[in-house]
């Protein structure tokens, strides 16, 4: 049975912080995996997680980096652990996936956050658009090694994606951007690959107790604003020539880690899975001309989401599901 893609009143909102959607919530014992846990709402989610109780893996392309920032977290010593792991760099991803299962731990939640927006066009592994690599390609490749690990427990999976998904659906005639480069374009493929990603895990899982949530944080400025320059961000109306910030509309990152929270760990989603979800709720769908809220039908479309998981199986050589029945 599918969850409907509709708000379902969870009572918290666009304000609250991810502090408040654990409150009362005891994660003692569970072990949550945070992909870039050490920047921006990557490092909120992992304090207030640690803050419950949990166990977090910051898996980290720069480990030394992700080390003092996380140093910084109350609680953290014996509670949080970092670990290499380049989601550009398949080869990163299964050593990073072999050390852990080699510790023979089970993964509570599995939350899919680091990533790259708007970036120069950059080529890795084979050539693949980096944005797609990075943000999808490396999760879908890590979630099916991290299998093994993710399954016996009923581990919630948790894809970071974006309102900037409805920039663009997949480009299912040129995923790699061959035949010309557009930023913004590459971003909203990837996040609506995020999205999708969701659906179809779920789909995949949910029988083994297994589900799977995509999101959009909400507009915040963190460190994935990296590679704007800043007058593209004057001109967007975000910030003015001194760098503060006029956009209202924009969250803390303690506001901006909140959703991810509460889709990893709230009990009022308990049966749920495979819809996208923001400010802390259920989503509603949104038609074209809707650039409030809302999902995009693409992105949450069965058959793309299959359409997807197939070619990111081909393209990976990863597949967990391949000889399931």
Not at 214 to 220: A, D, Q
């Amino acid at each position: 049975m599918t969850t409907p893609q509709h708000k379902i009143g969870s009572g918290f909102g666009a304000t609250s912080t991810a502090e408040e959607v654990l409150r009362g919530v005891d994660l003692d014992g569970k072990l949550a995996v945070v992909t870039g846990g050490y920047s921006g709402l990557g490092l909120e989610t992992t304090r207030a997680l640690v803050g419950a109780g949990a166990h977090v893996v910051v898996p980290a392309r720069r480990p030394a980096v992700a080390e003092e920032a996380v140093a910084g977290i109350e609680g953290a010593t014996g509670r949080v652990e970092v670990d290499e792991l380049d989601l550009g760099d398949l080869d990163s991803v299964r050593a990073f996936a072999e050390r852990f299962l080699a510790s023979g731990r089970g993964i509570d939640m599995m939350i899919g956050n680091a990533g790259i927006m708007a970036c120069p066009e950059t080529r890795v592994g084979p050539g693949w658009e980096a944005q797609f690599a990075t943000n999808h390609l490396g999760h879908y490749a890590l979630v099916n090694r991290l299998w093994p690990a993710i399954e016996p427990g009923g581990a919630r999976v948790i894809s970071v994606s974006s309102a900037g998904h409805r920039q663009s659906p997949i480009r299912w005639d040129d995923v790699s951007f061959e035949r010309g480069y557009d930023k913004w374009q590459a971003y909203g493929q990837a996040k609506t690959a995020n999205v999708l990603f969701a659906v179809h895990l779920d789909a995949l899982g949910k029988d083994a107790g297994v589900r799977a949530f995509s999101l959009h944080p909400g507009g915040i400025l963190t460190p994935l604003q990296r590679h704007l320059p800043k007058e593209e961000m004057v001109a967007f109306g975000w910030i003015d020539e001194e760098g503060n910030v006029l956009n209202t509309s924009f969250k803390t990152p303690e506001q901006g880690a909140a959703t991810q929270v509460w889709a990893a760990t709230s009990p009022q989603l308990a049966g749920a899975g495979g819809v996208y979800c923001e400010d802390c709720d259920i989503a509603e769908p949104a038609d074209e001309a809707d650039f409030k809220g809302g999902v995009r039908a693409y992105a949450t479309d069965p058959e793309q989401a299959a359409r997807l998981w197939k070619l990111s199986a081909e393209l990976t050589g990863v597949d967990a599901f391949a000889t399931a029945g």
